[in-house]
């Protein structure tokens, strides 16, 4: 029985059969790297994919909050499905705050109704992952907008419905001025240029893509190189927040399967669960997993006040959730490793299914890198010279 969500009540409970299923596949999509095609098609069926779509376009007016609820029970499953959903939340909340019309009532009816899974094309060669600078230019000709770009890293792109795309603005005289466009599959021509074979995150299939075809100019999301205001109100707390929210659930769910071994009755007699260095290394995993979401729930908070992000005490906050989380979240799998040994900890075939969740939260430090946000925290803190806590 598939449970829709028509209102965000239910949210929870879509995201349990979404979560069922992406379990069911993550050993063998894991396996080949092979986009979670079934889970994708449990996100459509159960309109999750439209959780952020107002009532009034047939959505569930759902908000960040049932976005973090959502993410956190998929990424117990299966956390390449997490961040696919997080990230698509990202892109759909820009529509849902800046798309102009008649783009916004030709695309949202079709958002709720999970016919569009959307990909963001934001990296791009050359500009050291920085998000707010663009190099290839959006030609502007007779009303249309050309498109030429190629990106080296596109979540989900060859299974994706739609794309949000940062080019330089028509006209642009410098870099950063940047705008945000979306185009339908069916306005492209898309090209794959390159395998998909990582570490970890083998499933998300974030391959390299380049996307040329012409949109009518009102599908330029925002105003023309106002994108670094949509990435300040909604790309950098969604990315942060969602990819926290993602990291958390795995790691959650790495601690439970591991508890529900040690205590399981067919595991009786074969560990000491009064062993002293067991429990401290539980321990540890549990701390680091209570700091993460005990962070992750105040920064929620921040952002649901609508306290002003842009402030350097409010960049700190989420820089500092996202490196945390990135840290924590793989160093208390990392413990549980330690914790368990070599068969429970290293084996692929384990129940607890550390190796994955380990190999997978290796990528989270890396994910819009620790080292970058490290150094802007450095030139924020300057700015923040009466250590304004929020």
């Not at 109704?113 to 050359?126: D, K, M, N, P």
């Not at 109100?233 to 959650?252: D, K, M, N, Q, R």
């Not at 074969?270 to 067991?278: A, T």
């Not at 330690?338 to 939260?361: F, I, M, N």
Request: net charge negative.
């Amino acid at each position: 029985m598939t449970t829709a969500v028509t209102t965000a009540r239910t949210a929870a409970e879509a995201a349990e059969e979404v979560a069922s299923v992406a379990a069911e596949h993550a050993a063998r999509t894991d396996r080949d790297a092979a986009f979670p095609v079934e889970a994708l098609a449990a996100l459509r069926r159960t309109r999750l994919l439209g959780l952020l779509v107002p009532t009034e376009h047939g959505g569930p007016g759902g908000t960040l909050r049932d976005v973090v609820e959502v993410t956190e029970k998929l990424g117990r499953a299966d956390l390449s499905v997490a961040m696919i959903f997080a990230m698509h939340c990202q892109q759909a909340e820009a529509l849902v705050r800046h798309a102009h019309e008649p783009l916004r009532s030709a695309l949202l009816p079709r958002l709720a109704a999970g016919e569009i899974y959307l990909a963001s094309v934001t990296t791009e060669a050359g500009k050291g992952g920085h998000l707010l600078t663009a190099e290839a230019a959006l030609a502007e000709q007779q009303g249309r907008l050309e498109i030429d770009r190629f990106a080296p890293v596109v979540t989900g792109g060859a299974h994706a419905d739609g794309f949000l795309v940062t080019m330089r603005s028509p006209g642009a005289d410098s870099g950063h001025q940047v705008s945000l466009v979306y185009a339908d599959r069916d306005q492209l021509e898309i090209t794959g240029d390159g395998d998909w074979q990582p570490l970890g995150m083998r499933a998300s299939h974030s391959v390299p893509l380049r996307l040329t075809g012409s949109v009518p100019g009102h599908q330029v999301v925002g105003a023309h190189g106002d994108f670094s205001r949509i990435a300040g109100e909604i790309f950098a707390p969604y990315a942060h927040v969602g990819w926290s929210a993602a990291w958390l659930g795995t790691a959650a769910g790495a601690l439970s399967r591991v508890l529900r071994l040690l205590r399981g009755p067919e595991s009786r007699g074969r560990f000491d669960i009064g062993s002293e260095l067991l429990l401290t290394r539980l321990s540890r995993a549990r701390q680091r997993v209570d700091t993460v979401h005990a962070l992750l729930r105040h920064t929620l908070a921040v952002v649901e006040e609508g306290a002003e992000l842009h402030t350097p005490s409010g960049q700190l906050l989420l820089n500092a959730l996202k490196i945390t989380a990135a840290e924590q979240c793989h160093a208390a799998v990392d413990d549980l490793v330690t914790a368990v040994g070599l068969r429970h900890g290293y084996l692929k075939d384990s129940p607890t299914r550390l190796e994955q969740a380990l190999r997978d939260l290796r990528s989270a430090a890396l994910n819009y890198s620790n080292d970058r946000l490290h150094l802007a925290d450095g030139r924020l803190a300057l700015r923040d010279t009466g250590v304004r806590l929020v």
